[in-house]
């Protein structure tokens, strides 16, 4: 049953970043929308990490975990190793937020 509930999480959570990552890229240089669904994701995966099994496994493992992505930000890293200054404000905002919203998430659940 698991394994169900993070294949459906799944489903809506990697459609959902491509949304917010090709809305964001449209309008700005900087990539702002891997950079919020990092963070929600993160404050979810949070807020759910004291829940049961299913919904760890739904909204933590399958939506946070297709709506987040170590893949893409690496990927812009890359593209942005040769302008430090994008570099390492993309670096510093995606782990400092990110590890923020996870820690704001768990506070508020419990």
Known sequence: ???LMV???????????????HAFRRRFEFPLGILIVNAAGSFLL???????PEVSA????????????????????????????RFLLNLFANVSIGFTAAALGQFLAN
């Open 58 to 85: 739904l909204l933590g493992s399958g939506f946070s975990g297709a709506l987040t992505t170590w893949s893409t930000f690496a990927i812009d890293l890359d593209a942005q190793r040769h302008k430090p200054k």
């Open 7 to 21: 294949v459906l999480g799944a489903g809506f959570g990697a459609p959902l970043r491509y949304a917010v990552d």
């Open 46 to 52: 949070g807020l759910v990490s004291n829940t049961g």
């Open 1 to 3: 049953m698991r394994v």
